[in-house]
């Protein structure tokens, strides 16, 4: 997916993180943004805040209710079920996700490593479940749209998919794997439309051209 025709068209790629999203739903200590497999890049270490502060003050009190030292322990918490989830141990980090998640249900992350994870163990509609109804609680956060878009263009859905990386494109405009992936929808789009052309008329000549033109471009950058 590109901005190029010599890159793959078929490497959608998934985010195994959150980062930068709207202040209201995540805090300054949230994972940052990576790509696992596919949906594809390898997830990073969570960033958990180091510096002590110089002398002893009152926990801070965030918008969600939790204090620092609680931030922290969710932080730790989530880092423990990204490590549960390198090593495939799925339902141990399901299971501390799913207690993340009754502990502090106004925190996305939990849930959005969930989807992370039921993607990765294959249970596709499980983790189509998971993003929706993330996206539905956070309209405002592009990873998850981006994660269920993927889905989405694994299963040929390909309209879903573009509606649902438009939306994350207008949220956070800077988002270069939502575009990067909203471009590879485009063409997988004309691809399908070009092969309808082939078929219903023989005599077409520069559908065919065009046909062949996303074919190569996918086959190259394989």
Do not use: W
Not at 102 to 108: D, K, M, S, T
Not at 134 to 146: H, I, Q, S
Request: net charge neutral.
């Amino acid at each position: 997916m590109s901005r190029n025709r010599s890159h793959p068209l078929a490497a959608f790629v998934l985010v195994a993180c959150m980062s930068g999203a709207a202040p209201s739903a995540l805090a300054a200590e949230s994972p940052s943004v990576t790509t696992p497999p596919a949906a594809a890049q390898p997830p990073a270490k969570p960033r958990a805040e180091t510096a002590a502060p110089s002398k002893p003050q009152p926990p801070a009190q965030d918008p969600r209710g939790m204090n620092d030292v609680e931030r922290k322990a969710y932080t730790r918490s989530l880092r423990e079920a990204q490590g549960l989830l390198e090593r495939k141990q799925y339902d141990e980090a399901i299971a501390k996700l799913d207690k993340l998640t009754a502990e502090q249900p106004r925190e996305p992350q939990a849930r959005f490593i969930k989807g992370v994870a039921l993607t990765d163990e294959g249970k596709t509609e499980e983790a189509i479940a998971q993003f929706q109804a993330l996206v539905a609680d956070f309209p405002e956060l592009p990873e998850p749209r981006n994660n269920l878009a993927v889905l989405y263009a694994k299963k040929g859905e390909y309209a879903l998919a573009r509606d649902e990386l438009e939306r994350a494109v207008q949220t956070a405009p800077d988002y270069a794997i939502a575009h990067e992936n909203l471009g590879d929808v485009y063409a997988r789009l004309a691809q399908v439309q070009y092969e309808r052309v082939v078929a219903l008329d023989k005599r077409n000549h520069s559908a065919p051209a065009k046909l062949k033109l996303i074919r190569e471009a996918e086959t190259v950058g394989q």
